[in-house]
Nanobody
Framework: QVQLVESGGGVVQSGGSLTLSCLAS????????MGWYRQTPGQERESVAT???????FHDDSVKGRFTISRDSAKNMLFLQMKNLKPEDTAVYYC????????????WGQGTQVTVSS
């Protein structure tokens, strides 16, 4: 069983920055896709950014130019750099890791709260 542990959340003023970290109990290079999701009360969990095996990244339109996903394979870590934060970025942020071959795996962290005050 893979463990994903997020950290780095907190309270920040609008326009501020935070960097979220996700420590995996297994090499991040073994996952086909890793990503950050967020969820607010009463809403479905939504994708924020993903990174695939090749290193190619994808960011949701709502965070493009402000958030950057990256990974450090040597440290088994996934990051989300968040700049120019807005109140609408307030949510619980989750780290996710998936594999498709040779078997399907899907792991989630426990989440970290990000609160942006106006």
């Amino acid at each position: 069983q893979v463990q994903l542990v997020e950290s780095g959340g907190g309270v920040v003023q609008s326009g501020g920055s935070l960097t979220l970290s996700c420590l995996a109990s297994r090499s991040v290079s073994t996952f086909n896709v890793m990503g950050w999701y967020r969820q607010t009360p009463g809403q479905e969990r939504e994708s924020v950014a993903t990174i695939i095996t090749s290193g190619m990244t994808f960011h949701d339109d709502s965070v493009k130019g402000r958030f950057t996903i990256s990974r450090d394979s040597a440290k088994n870590m996934l990051f989300l750099q968040m700049k120019n934060l807005k109140p609408e970025d307030t949510a619980v942020y989750y780290c996710n890791a998936k594999t498709f071959l040779p078997k399907s795996e899907d792991y989630w962290g426990q989440g970290t709260q990000v609160t942006v005050s106006s």
